[in-house]
Nanobody, 124 residues
């Protein structure tokens, strides 16, 4: 089972940027579909972005499309989430997740491994 560790969260003003990183253990990182999810205060965990095994396919929630970019470096066992034009509504704990199937999905149940999360707070 892959182990995931997120980093890069913090406090930023509205309009600012952050880049989240998720480092994965193990030698089979390239076989996993990777996703980013977030959970805001009092809200359910929701899909943010996902990428297939070779970054040839990416998917974004409508709320972040055009502002966030997911990418991965299989040589470094790392997936990234570049977040630009941040809004207070983006405030949440952000989670990295791995899926051991070839298809990219948006459901939390479709991902079997999760990181511990990193807090992103956007002030107005």
């Amino acid at each position: 089972q892959v182990q995931l560790v997120e980093s890069g969260g913090g406090l930023v003003q509205a309009g600012g940027s952050l880049r989240l990183s998720c480092a994965a253990s193990g030698r089979t990182f390239s076989t996993y579909v990777m996703g980013w999810f977030r959970q805001g205060p009092g809200k359910e965990r929701e899909f943010v972005a996902g990428t297939n095994r070779n970054s040839g396919i990416t998917d974004y929630a409508d709320s972040v499309k055009g502002r966030f970019t997911i990418s991965r470096d299989n040589a470094k066992n790392t997936v990234y989430l570049q977040m630009n034009s941040l809004e207070p509504e983006d405030t949440a704990v952000y989670y990295c997740a791995a899926r051991d199937r070839a298809t990219l999905v948006r459901t939390t149940t479709g991902f079997g491994a999760w990181g511990q999360g990193t807090q992103v707070t956007v002030s107005s």
